[in-house]
């Protein structure tokens, strides 16, 4: 069965129309990418695939239950959890107090190995504001996968990262989804590291799908590398 499932997503604000029946389907252990231009609708996915933001209409089914109007709370405690564009981290907490809070309230069975494999041993005593962005944005991801999440909806993990950087936390996202059989949907500008990362991707362009699939089909749609991808392909 699968895992988790949007159907039809569509969210108006308003006038506009920031997302239009768009599907996704997520399965464990799988980096599903989600591209495209600015404004094109990839945050408000998250919102509404996470509960922050109401859909219009269409429908959202964590296996197979019905979870459409499930508060972000709920969700998160059956599963479903994400991470935020902007850096989300307390900032005058100790990296080690506040994994350790979160990881109380969502009952983690291996933090010491979380943090060991996000490199955050060395930070561990630091307060948030004190250690390197980059870092930060690890603390980030470690939060979003505490509590062994079934899916994990990540929005832009590598902003505000130097290349290198953005390198090591895709890795770093890849390895964690496989090890912990998690289902991901990654948001994210960098569109080189979504084709190394991702196992499958769909673009989107003014709030519909423009494609979906592997991410060989995908360079390779000529539709998707004249709206989005152009010389990169
Ligand atoms: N709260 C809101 N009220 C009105 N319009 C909104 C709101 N949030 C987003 N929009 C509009 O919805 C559309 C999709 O925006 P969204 O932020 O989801 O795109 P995005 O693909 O995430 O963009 P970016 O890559 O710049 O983060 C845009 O036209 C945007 O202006």
Redesign the pocket.
């Known amino acids: 069965m699968t895992l988790f499932q949007g159907t039809g997503v569509t969210v108006r604000?308003?006038a506009?129309k920031?997302l239009t029946d768009v599907d996704i389907t997520l399965e464990p252990g799988v980096v599903h990418g989600v591209i495209?231009p600015?404004?094109?609708?990839?945050?408000?996915?998250i919102d509404a695939l996470s509960g922050r933001t109401r859909m219009t209409s269409g429908t959202v089914l964590l296996e197979g239950e019905d979870i459409t109007n499930r508060p972000v709370g709920w969700r998160r405690h059956h599963g479903v959890s994400r991470s935020f564009?902007r850096t989300s981290v307390f900032n005058s907490m100790t990296v080690r107090t506040q994994l350790e809070m979160v990881a109380w309230r969502n009952d983690e069975p291996d933090l010491d190995g979380l943090m060991a494999t996000l490199g955050l041993e060395p930070v561990l005593d630091q307060v948030c504001n004190e250690i390197a962005y980059g870092t930060q944005r690890s603390v980030d991801l470690a939060m979003a996968l505490i509590g062994s999440p079934r899916v994990v909806l990540l929005d832009e993990p590598c902003a505000g990262l130097v290349a290198d950087e953005s390198v090591r936390m895709l890795q770093h996202v890849r390895d964690l989804c496989k090890d912990r059989g998690v289902a991901a949907l990654l948001v994210e500008?960098d569109v080189d590291g979504v084709f190394r990362t991702c196992d499958r991707i769909t673009v989107?362009n003014l709030?519909t799908v423009l494609a979906s699939g592997e991410p060989a089909e995908i360079r390779a749609n000529p539709d998707v590398v004249r709206a989005y991808l152009g010389s990169a392909a």
């Open positions: 604000y308003g506009v920031a495209g600015n404004g094109a609708g990839k945050s408000t996915f564009q500008h989107l709030g």
